[in-house]
């Protein structure tokens, strides 16, 4: 059996209710999660950024290890022509010889050269390295820190909000899905997530704007869904005026 407009009206103003108060759960963790998320996204930028620079460092030591290497074979060489020349049977051989001994030479200046670039270079990785890792220490410490507040806060209204949830999931079957859609639309674009309000004292619950009487008295009816001309709000029902009390 269809429900009537003002069961349906009804089931809103509970789910609205509800949401209403998980709005309130978390508007006591403020900015805290997503601080807590930016903060791990940086962490993981600033891992990934050292690991790249640890495996620069690794690759340019590699480099040095190599001319090194290369200067021991060259030395190796050169010892060996120097004990060629003790031989040599002429001065051509000789003169030969003394070229191939330059060449070993240069070559192993050159590989000085090279290696004193590459620790340079490793020096200069080094100091971003380092400056990266103080930075990610810092983030580290932030996190924990705002990690263990929003925990506190957490933990203070984590069954409340259980509840709530699992009391929602059970109310929602009961809201049918074109009009959650419309209910979950109005409340997205909402400031203070009301999508469903009163009219109360001839205004709307959620604008403010002024309900004309007639429409008030259709609402108080509860025939149709009326959504207030300003907002776009649900107007489920007219707040009745409680009778001003008298100081006797
Ligand atoms: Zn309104």
Excluded: W
């Excluded at 240069?106 to 270079?121: F, H, Y």
């Amino acid at each position: 059996m269809e429900n009537t407009i003002a069961q349906k009206l009804d089931a809103l103003l509970k789910l609205q209710e509800i949401d209403s108060s998980l709005d309130e759960i978390r508007k006591t963790r403020g900015d805290l999660p997503e601080e807590v998320r930016d903060l791990e996204d940086e962490i993981i930028g600033f891992e990934t950024r050292i690991g790249k620079f640890k495996s620069e460092i690794a690759a340019l030591n590699a480099e040095i290890d190599s001319f090194k290497n290369a200067q021991k074979d060259g030395e190796k060489l050169i010892k060996k022509y120097k004990d060629q020349q003790m031989n040599v049977r002429n001065n051509r051989e000789y003169d030969a010889i003394t070229k191939e001994i330059e060449l070993q030479e240069l070559d192993m200046q050159l590989a000085d050269k090279k290696i004193n670039e590459a620790k340079a270079r490793i020096r200069l990785i080094e100091d971003d390295a380092n400056r990266a890792e103080s930075t990610l220490n810092e983030r580290n410490e932030d996190l924990k820190a705002k990690k263990g507040e929003l925990s506190l806060i957490t933990s203070e209204s984590e069954s409340e909000e259980k509840t709530l949830l699992a009391e929602r999931e059970k109310h929602i079957k009961k809201v049918e899905e074109r009009l959650l859609k419309s209910y979950q639309k109005i409340r997205d674009n909402s400031m203070n997530g009301l999508a469903v309000v009163h009219v109360s004292r001839g205004a709307c619950g959620g604008c403010f704007s002024i309900v004309p009487p007639q429409r008030q008295a259709d609402i108080r009816e509860r025939k149709k869904l009326i959504v207030c001309e300003h907002c776009g709000r649900i107007l489920a029902d007219v707040e009745s005026v409680e009778p001003v009390h008298q100081r006797r």
